[in-house]
């Protein structure tokens, strides 16, 4: 079920504005670090270990860019460890003094920052791209409904996805029916009153199935029902009748309920063209 817009999606907007925030800050403290680390080991190295060294760390953000995400942190594991292992043999081989073995254990400790810092940061990064992807898909579903929070749908996005439904139920040879629900009371209740029918047909009707819209006025609401017959547009009917009567206290329900069999789109589209006629 789609949440409020303005309630949920408000909430996990702040929420992403401020994880967005937060690893920002992190990426650009560990940006500075990585920088003084740069500094600070070509500084402190020359000749063969700086071109050792500069070798590799390309060579390792080459492969954490390209690589598969799911194995980079492995990748970085195992590099790392690859380049530990080759540092104490050469220096075994070699025969170095105590001085040049720190001198490669700080290679290696740069290497290491290095290698973690820039892992670091391309996971932030994928994980930003990858949740302003979802917000954006968000965003796009949000537009296709009047009140996301009821899945109520813009006559638009109704039609479309009813002319959709239409095409399968002909192969099926099964039909479809259009509830029409009319308000007809004051004014000063037609915003509560519209409100708690659409909560009443939300629960009347099946989720994720049935299709729901609504006219600008918000006076009349349109149901699409599929795979059903008049029987089951009438349990659909006292559902909503039922439910209206036990959350309101009017003695006649201010609504009007009809329903009728649609065979094509095009009977679809011709209410649509009545209900704008009307409103003019």
């Known amino acids: 079920r789609l949440l409020s817009l303005y309630t949920y999606k408000g909430k996990r907007g702040v929420k992403n504005m401020d994880n967005y925030t937060q690893t920002g800050r992190v990426s650009a403290i560990l940006l500075i ?9 070509f500084w402190y190295f020359s000749g063969m270990l700086i071109l050792l060294y500069s070798v590799l760390l390309m060579t390792s953000s080459v492969v954490l860019v390209f690589c598969i995400k799911k194995y980079s942190f492995l990748i970085m594991s195992i590099m790392s460890l690859g380049l530990a292992f080759g540092l104490t043999f050469w220096s075994n081989f070699q025969g170095f003094t105590e001085s040049e073995q720190f001198k490669l254990m700080f290679l290696h400790i740069g290497y290491m920052s290095s290698v973690a810092i820039i892992w670091f940061i391309l996971q932030s990064l994928d994980r930003l791209i990858y949740s302003q992807k979802m917000m954006n898909l968000q965003l796009e579903d949000l537009k296709k409904y009047v009140q996301p929070e009821f899945r109520v749908l813009t006559n638009r996005e109704f039609l479309d996805r009813v002319e959709l439904v239409m095409v399968g139920l002909r192969r099926r040879k099964e039909e479809g029916y259009l509830m029409k629900v009319d308000l007809s009371s ?18 009347s009707i099946r989720a994720h199935y049935d299709l ?4 600008e006025n918000k006076k009349t609401l349109l149901i699409f029902l599929q795979n059903t017959t008049k029987t089951g547009c009438d349990v659909v009917k006292f559902r909503i009748e039922q439910d209206l009567r036990k959350k309101t206290s009017f003695i006649e329900l201010p609504i009007t309920i009809t329903f009728s069999l649609i065979k094509d789109v095009d009977e679809l589209q011709r209410t649509f063209l009545a209900k704008e006629v009307s409103k003019k």
């Open 212 to 215: 729901l819209t609504t006219n």
């Open 33 to 41: 670090v990585y920088v003084v680390l740069q500094i600070s080991v």
């Open 186 to 203: 004051s004014p000063s209740v037609e915003i509560s009153l519209h409100e708690q029918v659409v909560r009443s047909i939300e629960k």
